[in-house]
């Protein structure tokens, strides 16, 4: 583990790669989160050796509505303000396990809102088009999952609107 990400996986030789004590319980952790439970654990470990660990401070900004964006992320601890900039309104506030900065990457368009740390918070940044170009066979679990993901908000909002 480097820098507090998982950057390899030992390979016995013919047979499965295995993990130290720390990727275990790191894998173990994310298994059991909404987005990382996609995946089997040597995905999991493929997927930490692509991330980046951040660290952000309490009202720390991670993105800001309009930026280009080729990343998304995914809360290891910690909680996400997602918040339009006009008008202020906090759109969701999102805890460990949950993914945003998705809607950038998938469309290429700048982003939709910006992103606040609502806590000291620990976050994997991924590149989307890496991910998605040199990991076809990751390709499928993750847009089956960002498209869930993405409905299950649409569907959320909806319902806002149909309460106006």
Known sequence: MQDGVMRTSRRKPGGR???????KKLIEELSETDFFST?????????MFCAENIEC?????IFREGDVGRQFFAIRKGKVKIRKEKSGLVLATL?????????????NQPRSASAIAASETVLFAFDGH???????????KLLRYLAR????RLREADML????
């Open 17 to 23: 790669s295995t993990f130290s004590l720390d990727q």
């Open 39 to 47: 995946f089997t654990h040597e995905e999991i470990a493929l997927l």
């Open 57 to 61: 401070k309490r009202g720390e900004q």
């Open 95 to 107: 805890g460990p396990g949950e993914v945003f900065g998705e809607m950038a990457v998938l469309d």
């Open 130 to 140: 890496r991910l998605l170009d040199d990991f076809p066979h990751l390709s499928v």
């Open 149 to 152: 993901e993405l409905s299950r």
């Open 161 to 164: 609107i149909d309460k106006f």
